[in-house]
């Protein structure tokens, strides 16, 4: 029981580590410059980010196996559809290299906005993507606004003003 108890331990205390230390060799993007366009395969179809030009974006990058990844889920789906008619549209790009894996969390996490399948995991490193989850918002302009590493409840707040803030700059 206990070997069961310190096998678990470790196994959390090592996911809880890859969600934050993603990539050592990735250089974080600065705010104010061009989002690195992209193109994926979607759950509904290929993911171009520059098809988006004139909306505000935000990218969140995940992966099954993160615990605040999970959290994200809820909270993005309802700001999809909170503020998708006035042009916000979120992009969720899967990092899992099994796409069970991914599958198996869309399955007991559905998604209401568009998700891109990264097995490769290459796009981090354009991004600078250091943990998980990290999130960009990227302006009508297809400019970096901020970037938001991790996610938890008090997140929500702020990351929902700065998505709000954009949008009545963006009228």
Known sequence: MVRFQCKKLRTLLLASLLCVGFSGTSHALEVGTKAPDFEL?????????????GSLIYVDFWASWCGPC???FPWMNAMQEKYKAQGL?????????????????LEQNPAKFTVAFDPKGVLPKSYGVR?????????KNGKIISQHLGFNAADSEK???EIKAALEANK
Do not use: C
């Open 131 to 139: 943990g998980m989850p990290t999130s960009f918002l990227i302006g």
């Open 89 to 105: 549209k979120i992009i969720g790009v899967n990092l899992d290299a099994k796409s069970e894996d991914a599958k198996k969390f």
């Open 41 to 53: 395969p979607g759950a509904q179809g290929p993911v171009k980010l520059s098809t988006t030009t």
């Open 159 to 161: 990351l929902e003003k």
């Open 70 to 72: 999970k959290q994200s």
